[in-house]
């Protein structure tokens, strides 16, 4: 579309006629104090950034509510540790297939600021239930809850990546991807640190029981609640944006379908495979990670509980510096291959020496934050933006895949061999890592290199992009007007 000055005429007809830019120019005008309320400028997006990073916060919080519970779960509700666990696969196993599904809803029906708010609902119902559960001494209906509260959360994670390309494309995405992550990991940590005194408060005023894991449970929802505001929130400010910006909507002939999913073009396929070989080496290793630090360095278990989690205290303060680099200086694929190199130097010290563990694990810290900065955009800048939902759905899909089936894994290796072969294996999925990193250059580079441009070449890119389909739009609108219209 011509921009609103090129369709201007230079001299009006009458002085008292208003143009079209007169009333834009009044419609921006009235909307309040300027610099805050106009979608074009960064104090409003930074307001923008705020709601996109709580987004998901009430989803992170009440993630791990279960495992800083534990131990009241088990005595409370009296069940086995096997029973435990099963919260967590009633999270994991569906949303191998339902975040690949919300993402396509987003793309193809609910539309994205709608797909956030009932994901958010669905994070929000399943929290309530989980907490009733407890509250009225119902195991069966907090597994009900964990199963709903599965539902909304990956997909809420595909929503607010979604926001995230729409709003920040261009010069601040990597730090914006490295902010959401930064914000998530902050809600697990507060997760940790406060629900058992919430539950030894709430102890001393109620009588011992599951009444009150079910009460101390309701702080999740609470939590819950803000972030469906933020939804709320999220939609009416994009819904403004669109209105004001006139940005263009995405019409039915460009929604994707799921034969479109096979098109995709393979550097999207690998990063798919680079994000899952690479998190199952991280994620994983931290989940029996404490074991590990009491058996081989003889830690205590606040000792190992602290060296455990400094993976994710690391990544809230350095992803949205690595961000704010890899934005100023681009190259995400060389920031990718540094990264795998970096976790992979990690494993080996932790294998193989004695060392500190304290070395390693800030130096995985590091690795994970620059990663999570450098994968995660560069979806977007390969597809387009009605395909964005489709794709963040599927590479969530098949992340929660991997993470599950070599959990399993895991599992065997460390019943059967010990810890020594379990990081080798983590070594193996690092090196399987890096090849695809390799890979993914050479194909890049086959395609034109769009994936590894510095920033000043990217912003070059996007605005070549942008210009060609604007000439596109307007060939189209050409052929379908009348042909007596063409006729001068």
Known sequence: MADLDERQPLVADRADEKTESDIDEQEWNGCGPA???????????????????????????CYDNPAALQTEIQQDMGVSYSKYLLLYSLYSWPNVILCFIGGILIDRKLGLRWGGIVFAGFVLLGQILFALGALFNSYLLMEIGRFVFGIGGESLCVAQNNYAVLWFKGKELNMV??????????????????????????????????????????AGV????????????????DKRAEVLTKRKKISLEEKITLSDVKKFPITIYMLFIICVAYYVAVFIFIGVGTVFFTTKYDFSDAQANAVDGIVYILSAAFSPIFGFFIDRFGKNVFWVIAAVVITLGSHSLLAFTFINPWIPMVIMGVGYSMLACALWPMVAFVLPEQQLGTAYGFMQAIQNLGLAVVAIVAGKILDEKGYLVLLVFFMACLCATLLSSVLLYIFDVARGGVLNLSAKARIK??????????????????????PNDNIQ
């Open 177 to 218: 991807f490295g902010l959401q992550l930064s914000f998530a990991r902050v809600g697990s940590t507060v997760n940790f640190n406060i629900m058992k005194p919430i539950y030894n408060a709430v102890a001393s005023l109620v009588s011992p029981g599951y009444r009150v894991l079910g009460l101390s449970m309701m």
């Open 461 to 482: 890119y996007e605005e070549k992009k942008k210009i060609q389909k604007e000439k596109e739009e307007e060939e189209k609108k050409k052929k379908l007007l009348p």
């Open 222 to 237: 609470g939590m819950c609640i803000f972030s469906f505001l933020c939804a709320i929130i999220l939609a009416v400010l």
């Open 35 to 61: 610099i805050l309320c106009d979608p074009r400028r960064w104090p409003h997006r930074f307001i923008v950034l705020i709601f996109t990073c709580f987004l998901n916060f009430g989803s992170y919080f």
